[in-house]
Nanobody, 122 residues
């Protein structure tokens, strides 16, 4: 399995980006996908996950501003990030869960993309 993340960049506070993560390899539609982020000197934090049935979960810090979605035909998961804040600055990683259920724990994900940098200026 390979995951290729893209779409990061430098934006001003209040701006938006759309992150994408293209998957190859094993069956995509039956597996949950997630996004995590890691700021310098901090742990990798859960952002959002989407189950195989399309149900989504979000970290409280991004609820109402970020939207995770998936296109099973394209084997791609997206993260629309709106109303960005400087504290959203981090490397964003997509990951594939071991199951269809989705998880907030990074330990439950067995494949990871290379990360895409999001930098929000004030």
């Amino acid at each position: 399995v390979q995951l290729q993340a893209s779409g990061g960049g430098l934006v001003q506070a209040g701006g938006s980006l759309r992150l994408s993560c293209a998957a190859s390899g094993r069956a995509f539609s039956s597996i949950a996908m997630g996004w995590f982020r890691q700021a310098p000197g901090k742990e990798r934090d859960f952002v959002a996950t989407i189950r195989s049935d399309g149900i989504t979960y979000y970290a409280n810090s991004v609820l109402g501003r970020f939207t995770i979605s998936r296109d099973n035909a394209k084997k791609t998961v997206y993260l629309q990030v709106d109303s960005l804040k400087p504290e959203d600055t981090a490397v964003y990683y997509c990951a594939q869960d071991r199951t269809a259920l989705g998880s907030r724990r990074y330990q439950d994900y067995d494949y990871w993309g290379q990360g895409t940098q999001v930098t929000v200026s004030s």
